[in-house]
């Protein structure tokens, strides 16, 4: 099932490698563990997928591609995992880790942070007021990315493991369930 799933959704390599963006870059994804689907290189994307969504800015693709190929695991699932970071989760997800970095480094606890208002009017004026709110929160909110995305990869990476370990197991013993008795 697991695999199944992933392969209805997934874009098959060879129409990745022959889009036109991704031509000239082509001759580096021929490994097959970029393309495999088993639960160590979908675990594996996993885990890239959740740290590499923490990279401020818009590097977090770029991130994940480099790890990726370094580390040889399912490139798509990599790639479509950074997704879980938009302009929805990712003033939670700095709260977050700013408070996960207070509390990794003993800092005392100063009041509430408020979060900077996004003005859907003018974004330019709202991507130097979030600039300015990150560096005002300083070391707590850098120690605590690292963090949370070394957390995050780590959780991400058990629960692939456990889950597709536990599926297959259910499947097995589902099979044996529907075999007939084997009589001596």
């Not at 480094?105 to 009041?111: E, F, S, T, V």
């Not at 692939?160 to 297959?168: E, I």
């Not at 589902?174 to 008795?181: E, G, N, Q, S």
Request: net charge positive; charged share 15%.
């Amino acid at each position: 099932m697991p695999r199944k799933l992933f392969r209805k959704y997934l874009p098959d390599a060879d129409s990745i490698r022959s889009n036109r963006l991704v031509a000239p870059f082509a001759h580096w994804l021929h490994h097959p563990n970029f393309w495999r689907l088993n639960r160590h290189s979908v675990a594996g994307a996993v885990a890239i997928g959740l740290f590499s969504g923490l990279v401020p800015g818009p590097l977090q693709m770029l991130t994940a591609l480099i790890l990726t190929l370094v580390l040889r695991k399912n490139l798509p699932v990599a790639l479509l995992m950074t997704f879980y970071t938009n302009p929805f989760t990712i003033v939670p997800l700095y709260l977050l880790a700013y408070g996960y970095g207070r509390l990794l480094l003993g800092a005392p606890a100063n009041g509430a942070v408020e979060p900077f208002s996004m003005d859907w009017a003018n974004p330019l004026a709202s991507l130097d007021a979030m600039i300015d709110w990150m560096l005002g929160l300083g070391e707590p909110l850098a120690v605590g990315l690292v963090a949370l995305a070394l957390s995050l990869a780590l959780l991400g990476y058990v629960a692939v493991q456990v889950g597709w370990r536990l599926y297959v197991a259910a499947a097995w013993r589902a099979r044996k369930r529907k075999r007939p008795a084997c009589r001596p």
